[in-house]
T-cell receptor, first 111, second 110 residues
Framework: EADIYQTPRYLVIGTGKKITLECSQT?????MYWYQQDPGMELHLIHY???????EKGDLSSESTVSRIRTEHFPLTLESARPSHTSQYLC??????????FGPGTRLTVT | RKEVEQDPGPFNVPEGATVAFNCTYS??????FFWYRQDCRKEPKLLMS???SGNEDGRFTAQLNRASQYISLLIRDSKLSDSATYLC???????????FGAGTRLFVKA
Protein backbone atom coordinates (compact mmCIF):
# COMPACT_ATOMS: atom_id res chain seq x y z
CA GLU A 1 0.00 0.00 0.00
CA ALA A 2 2.48 2.64 1.16
CA ASP A 3 5.71 3.18 -0.77
CA ILE A 4 7.86 3.91 2.23
CA TYR A 5 10.71 1.67 3.24
CA GLN A 6 12.92 1.29 6.26
CA THR A 7 16.12 -0.67 6.69
CA PRO A 8 17.20 -2.55 8.61
CA ARG A 9 14.00 -3.99 10.07
CA TYR A 10 15.85 -5.34 13.09
CA LEU A 11 19.24 -4.33 14.48
CA VAL A 12 21.14 -5.58 17.51
CA ILE A 13 24.30 -3.62 18.14
CA GLY A 14 26.80 -2.99 20.90
CA THR A 15 27.15 0.15 22.99
CA GLY A 16 29.22 2.91 21.42
CA LYS A 17 28.64 1.94 17.79
CA LYS A 18 27.52 4.45 15.19
CA ILE A 19 24.34 3.47 13.41
CA THR A 20 22.24 4.88 10.59
CA LEU A 21 18.62 3.93 10.11
CA GLU A 22 17.47 4.33 6.53
CA CYS A 23 14.09 5.62 5.37
CA SER A 24 13.02 6.14 1.77
CA GLN A 25 9.72 6.99 0.11
CA THR A 26 8.77 7.05 -3.56
CA UNK A 27 5.59 9.11 -3.25
CA UNK A 28 7.30 12.47 -3.72
CA UNK A 29 6.13 13.67 -0.31
CA UNK A 30 7.72 16.84 1.01
CA UNK A 31 7.16 16.07 4.68
CA MET A 32 8.93 13.26 6.47
CA TYR A 33 9.03 12.26 10.13
CA TRP A 34 10.82 10.04 12.61
CA TYR A 35 8.98 8.67 15.63
CA GLN A 36 10.24 6.65 18.57
CA GLN A 37 7.91 4.16 20.21
CA ASP A 38 8.53 1.77 23.09
CA PRO A 39 6.36 -1.40 23.28
CA GLY A 40 2.82 -0.60 24.38
CA MET A 41 3.59 3.10 24.65
CA GLU A 42 2.64 6.15 22.61
CA LEU A 43 4.42 7.56 19.58
CA HIS A 44 6.91 10.33 20.18
CA LEU A 45 7.99 12.63 17.34
CA ILE A 46 11.78 13.05 17.39
CA HIS A 47 12.53 14.71 14.02
CA TYR A 48 10.69 16.06 11.00
CA UNK A 49 11.42 17.72 7.69
CA UNK A 50 9.37 19.98 5.42
CA UNK A 51 11.61 19.36 2.43
CA UNK A 52 15.17 19.17 1.16
CA UNK A 53 17.68 20.81 3.53
CA UNK A 54 14.96 21.35 6.15
CA UNK A 55 15.10 19.45 9.44
CA GLU A 56 13.56 20.17 12.82
CA LYS A 57 13.60 18.54 16.23
CA GLY A 58 10.36 17.04 17.44
CA ASP A 59 8.62 17.02 20.77
CA LEU A 60 10.84 14.38 22.37
CA SER A 61 14.49 15.20 22.87
CA SER A 62 16.70 12.74 21.05
CA GLU A 63 20.44 12.27 20.73
CA SER A 64 19.96 11.25 17.12
CA THR A 65 20.47 13.47 14.08
CA VAL A 66 18.83 13.49 10.67
CA SER A 67 19.55 14.83 7.20
CA ARG A 68 17.43 15.55 4.12
CA ILE A 69 19.62 15.88 1.07
CA ARG A 70 17.10 14.26 -1.28
CA THR A 71 13.32 14.42 -1.17
CA GLU A 72 12.94 10.67 -1.01
CA HIS A 73 15.56 9.93 1.66
CA PHE A 74 15.53 10.79 5.38
CA PRO A 75 18.17 8.84 7.33
CA LEU A 76 18.54 8.94 11.12
CA THR A 77 21.96 8.60 12.74
CA LEU A 78 23.07 7.75 16.27
CA GLU A 79 26.75 8.60 16.68
CA SER A 80 27.21 6.42 19.77
CA ALA A 81 24.47 3.94 20.57
CA ARG A 82 23.49 3.31 24.19
CA PRO A 83 21.10 0.82 25.79
CA SER A 84 18.68 3.71 26.43
CA HIS A 85 18.30 4.00 22.64
CA THR A 86 16.67 0.57 22.50
CA SER A 87 13.26 1.16 20.94
CA GLN A 88 11.26 0.98 17.74
CA TYR A 89 11.89 3.79 15.24
CA LEU A 90 9.12 4.57 12.76
CA CYS A 91 9.52 6.73 9.68
CA UNK A 92 6.54 8.40 8.01
CA UNK A 93 5.84 10.77 5.13
CA UNK A 94 2.96 12.92 3.97
CA UNK A 95 1.83 15.71 1.74
CA UNK A 96 0.98 18.87 3.67
CA UNK A 97 -2.36 18.56 5.46
CA UNK A 98 -2.94 14.94 4.58
CA UNK A 99 -2.56 11.57 6.21
CA UNK A 100 0.82 10.16 7.12
CA UNK A 101 2.11 6.92 5.64
CA PHE A 102 4.31 4.85 7.92
CA GLY A 103 7.17 2.55 7.12
CA PRO A 104 7.37 -0.87 8.79
CA GLY A 105 9.78 0.40 11.46
CA THR A 106 13.23 -0.53 12.70
CA ARG A 107 13.44 -2.39 15.97
CA LEU A 108 16.75 -1.40 17.58
CA THR A 109 18.37 -3.20 20.49
CA VAL A 110 21.59 -1.82 21.97
CA THR A 111 23.44 -4.26 24.21
CA ARG B 1 -2.88 19.21 29.30
CA LYS B 2 -2.08 17.23 26.14
CA GLU B 3 -3.10 18.66 22.78
CA VAL B 4 -4.93 15.44 21.90
CA GLU B 5 -6.45 13.29 24.63
CA GLN B 6 -8.04 9.88 24.29
CA ASP B 7 -9.83 7.46 26.59
CA PRO B 8 -7.00 5.59 28.28
CA GLY B 9 -8.58 2.14 27.99
CA PRO B 10 -8.10 -0.71 27.69
CA PHE B 11 -11.53 -1.67 26.50
CA ASN B 12 -12.38 -5.35 26.91
CA VAL B 13 -15.51 -6.30 24.98
CA PRO B 14 -17.12 -9.52 23.73
CA GLU B 15 -17.49 -10.28 20.06
CA GLY B 16 -20.51 -8.56 18.59
CA ALA B 17 -20.43 -5.65 21.02
CA THR B 18 -20.57 -2.00 20.03
CA VAL B 19 -17.74 0.11 21.38
CA ALA B 20 -17.11 3.86 21.20
CA PHE B 21 -13.84 5.74 21.56
CA ASN B 22 -13.60 9.43 22.37
CA CYS B 23 -10.94 11.98 21.62
CA THR B 24 -10.67 15.69 22.43
CA TYR B 25 -8.28 18.24 20.96
CA SER B 26 -7.23 21.61 22.32
CA UNK B 27 -6.46 23.67 19.20
CA UNK B 28 -9.67 25.04 17.76
CA UNK B 29 -7.85 25.88 14.51
CA UNK B 30 -7.14 22.21 13.79
CA UNK B 31 -8.14 21.36 10.26
CA UNK B 32 -8.08 17.65 9.56
CA PHE B 33 -8.71 14.59 11.65
CA PHE B 34 -8.04 10.88 11.36
CA TRP B 35 -8.33 7.58 13.16
CA TYR B 36 -5.41 5.19 12.80
CA ARG B 37 -5.16 1.59 13.88
CA GLN B 38 -1.95 0.07 15.23
CA ASP B 39 -1.52 -3.66 15.75
CA CYS B 40 0.97 -4.94 18.30
CA ARG B 41 4.54 -4.30 17.14
CA LYS B 42 3.37 -2.95 13.78
CA GLU B 43 3.24 0.51 12.24
CA PRO B 44 0.11 2.68 12.49
CA LYS B 45 -2.21 2.49 9.48
CA LEU B 46 -5.00 4.84 8.50
CA LEU B 47 -8.41 3.53 9.48
CA MET B 48 -10.46 6.47 8.29
CA SER B 49 -10.52 10.21 7.91
CA UNK B 50 -13.06 12.15 9.95
CA UNK B 51 -15.34 14.70 8.32
CA UNK B 52 -17.58 17.31 9.88
CA SER B 53 -20.65 15.62 8.42
CA GLY B 54 -19.65 12.31 9.94
CA ASN B 55 -18.65 9.34 7.87
CA GLU B 56 -19.11 5.60 7.87
CA ASP B 57 -17.06 2.73 6.52
CA GLY B 58 -18.76 -0.59 7.06
CA ARG B 59 -18.91 -1.24 10.80
CA PHE B 60 -16.95 1.92 11.61
CA THR B 61 -18.47 5.38 12.07
CA ALA B 62 -16.49 8.53 12.80
CA GLN B 63 -17.93 11.80 14.06
CA LEU B 64 -16.46 15.27 14.49
CA ASN B 65 -17.89 17.99 16.69
CA ARG B 66 -15.90 21.16 16.02
CA ALA B 67 -17.81 23.22 18.59
CA SER B 68 -16.86 20.79 21.36
CA GLN B 69 -13.50 19.89 19.80
CA TYR B 70 -14.41 16.26 20.04
CA ILE B 71 -13.92 13.25 17.76
CA SER B 72 -15.43 9.81 18.15
CA LEU B 73 -15.11 6.37 16.61
CA LEU B 74 -17.88 3.81 16.87
CA ILE B 75 -17.28 0.15 16.07
CA ARG B 76 -20.35 -2.02 15.65
CA ASP B 77 -20.48 -5.83 15.75
CA SER B 78 -16.90 -6.10 17.06
CA LYS B 79 -14.71 -8.84 15.63
CA LEU B 80 -11.70 -10.54 17.20
CA SER B 81 -9.63 -8.94 14.44
CA ASP B 82 -10.60 -5.47 15.68
CA SER B 83 -8.29 -5.96 18.67
CA ALA B 84 -5.68 -3.23 18.31
CA THR B 85 -4.75 0.24 19.53
CA TYR B 86 -6.76 3.08 17.99
CA LEU B 87 -5.00 6.42 17.57
CA CYS B 88 -6.74 9.76 17.23
CA UNK B 89 -4.78 12.13 14.97
CA UNK B 90 -5.22 15.87 14.50
CA UNK B 91 -3.58 18.09 11.85
CA UNK B 92 -3.05 21.76 12.57
CA UNK B 93 -3.56 24.74 10.30
CA UNK B 94 -2.00 24.11 6.91
CA UNK B 95 -1.18 20.59 8.05
CA UNK B 96 2.11 21.78 9.50
CA UNK B 97 1.67 20.06 12.80
CA UNK B 98 0.32 16.56 13.29
CA UNK B 99 -0.51 15.38 16.78
CA PHE B 100 -1.08 11.74 17.62
CA GLY B 101 -3.08 10.79 20.68
CA ALA B 102 -1.65 8.23 23.07
CA GLY B 103 -4.07 5.60 21.77
CA THR B 104 -6.84 3.47 23.20
CA ARG B 105 -6.32 -0.27 23.32
CA LEU B 106 -9.20 -2.56 22.40
CA PHE B 107 -9.41 -6.24 23.22
CA VAL B 108 -12.26 -8.18 21.64
CA LYS B 109 -12.83 -11.57 23.22
CA ALA B 110 -14.69 -14.63 21.97
Amino acid sequence: EADIYQTPRYLVIGTGKKITLECSQTMGHDKMYWYQQDPGMELHLIHYSYGVNSTEKGDLSSESTVSRIRTEHFPLTLESARPSHTSQYLCASSDIGTRQYFGPGTRLTVT
Amino acid sequence: RKEVEQDPGPFNVPEGATVAFNCTYSNSASQSFFWYRQDCRKEPKLLMSVYSSGNEDGRFTAQLNRASQYISLLIRDSKLSDSATYLCVVNGVGGFKTIFGAGTRLFVKA
